[in-house]
């Protein structure tokens, strides 16, 4: 529920058991729940593990003389321009975004474009965090309050 890497949920992770030992008077459920937890956070920090990023696929749909600001916004955004298709005085963007970049686009791209442009985006794939954001994201993580195990 908490991973040690900024605290955040840890998903396709499999361990096993392969050795251990019971003591009449100090082997308890607690006590073995606690060796795994510590086991567990131990063998993570040394295995190297990576904060990912939902990725968006994100279609805008402008008039040819907003084109620049908007491909503008996007990069801004952290985004990768997959294709740029001009149809009928209207230029097609297409693009992924990291999904934290999106925020607050709506508005950005109704201001950008006087209102003219629209958009839509959709789930495509996760990616590994950029180490500037990654700093960024552990000392927020420092600065919160530990989450429980």
């Given at each position: 529920r908490s991973g040690v890497?900024?605290?955040y949920q840890m998903i396709d992770v499999k361990a096993q058991v392969v050795d251990g030992?019971?003591?009449?008077?100090?082997?308890?459920?607690l006590a073995f729940k606690m060796a795994g937890i510590f086991a567990f956070k131990d063998?993570?920090?040394n295995a190297g593990p990576v904060l990912l990023e939902p990725i968006m696929k994100v279609?805008?749909?402008?008039?040819?003389?907003?084109?620049?600001?908007?491909?503008?916004?996007?990069n801004r955004r952290r985004g990768k321009i997959i294709?740029?298709?001009?149809?009928?005085?209207q230029t097609v963007l297409n693009a992924?975004?990291?999904?934290?970049?999106?925020?607050?686009y709506?508005?950005?791209?109704?201001?950008?474009s006087k209102g003219r442009a629209a958009y839509s985006m959709e789930p495509l794939t996760f990616e590994q965090v950029p180490n500037s954001v990654l700093s960024?994201?552990?000392?927020?993580?420092?600065?919160?309050?530990?989450?429980?195990t």
């Open positions: 890497y900024a605290g030992s019971f003591h009449e008077v100090d082997s308890n459920e063998a993570v920090k279609e805008v749909t402008t008039p040819d003389e907003y084109q620049g600001d908007l491909l503008g916004d996007i294709s740029i298709e001009a149809k009928n005085g992924n975004v990291p999904l934290a970049e999106m925020f607050g709506a508005t950005a791209i109704r201001s950008l960024t994201i552990m000392d927020s993580a420092k600065s919160r309050p530990a989450a429980r």
